[in-house]
Nanobody
Framework: QVQLVESGGGLVQPGGSLRLSCAASGSIFSINAMGWYRQAPGKQRELVANITSDGSTNYADSVKGRFTISRDSARNTVHLQMNSLKPEDTAVYYC????????????????WGQGTQVTVSS
């Protein structure tokens, strides 16, 4: 099966920076897209950013100009560089990937990481 392992979360000051990483491993044939969602207390989960196999990116309006998503296809890894962090960015961040497995190489499934906490506070 496929596993998504997240790293880079933690506590930062407002205006600071943090870099999240997510590495996919397992029975992977191809990755259609990888990205990040987040969920703050009392709010529903929302898309933060994602990147597709052709390099196209999508960002939530609230993070445009501050966050940058990138990929390392050779390592099945996606990174989220978060700059100018605000308290409103505080949330659990979940890695998401659309992956075709080796067993069913022409069917894409959605996988989720366990989540990593990002806290922006003085």
């Amino acid at each position: 099966q496929v596993q998504l392992v997240e790293s880079g979360g933690g506590l930062v000051q407002p205006g600071g920076s943090l870099r999240l990483s997510c590495a996919a491993s397992g029975s992977i044939f191809s990755i259609n897209a990888m990205g990040w969602y987040r969920q703050a207390p009392g709010k529903q989960r929302e898309l933060v950013a994602n990147i597709t196999s052709d390099g196209s990116t999508n960002y939530a309006d609230s993070v445009k100009g501050r966050f940058t998503i990138s990929r390392d296809s050779a390592r099945n890894t996606v990174h989220l560089q978060m700059n100018s962090l605000k308290p409103e960015d505080t949330a659990v961040y979940y890695c998401n990937a659309q992956i075709a497995t080796t067993a069913l190489k022409y069917l894409t499934y959605v996988f989720w990481g366990q989540g990593t906490q990002v806290t922006v506070s003085s």
